[in-house]
């Protein structure tokens, strides 16, 4: 006979936030990349490497982020696992939204719209 599973602990609550918060802010990133209204920082030097590289974004997101990571060898620092967690999920949840968002071409009203990013 199997035994009951333990009852969802802090831990549990909080690892589904996290994941969910980290899933929630990729997302938004896809959307601002997608609409070609501007970009926060970072963002900027994920899409200018990934034009470069011919990479996606969330890719170049990763990579970046696992760079940055491996900086913290000098200083002694252990990242956590939201840090680490923080460069996969948002690259993944990136590219799974860009992926299913299509790019927009007209407006609703019937007007075309000029975005780099529609051409």
Do not use: K
Not at 21 to 27: E, P, T, V
Not at 31 to 47: I, K, T
Not at 76 to 87: E, F, K, Y
């Amino acid at each position: 006979m199997s035994e009951p599973l333990p009852p969802a602990g802090p831990l549990t609550r909080r690892l589904t936030q996290l994941y969910a918060g980290l899933a929630l802010y990729g997302a938004s990133s896809a959307l601002l990349v997608r609409a070609g209204l501007g970009l926060e920082p970072w963002n900027v030097l994920h899409q200018g490497l990934a034009e470069r590289s011919g990479l996606s974004i969330g890719v170049v997101s990763i990579v970046v982020g696992a760079a940055v990571l491996l900086l913290w060898i000098p200083l002694r620092q252990r990242p956590g696992l939201g840090t680490v967690s923080n460069v996969f999920v948002v690259g993944l949840a990136m590219d799974g939204t860009l992926a299913l968002v299509p790019r927009r071409t007209a407006w609703p009203c019937g007007c075309r719209c000029w975005s780099p990013a529609s051409s």
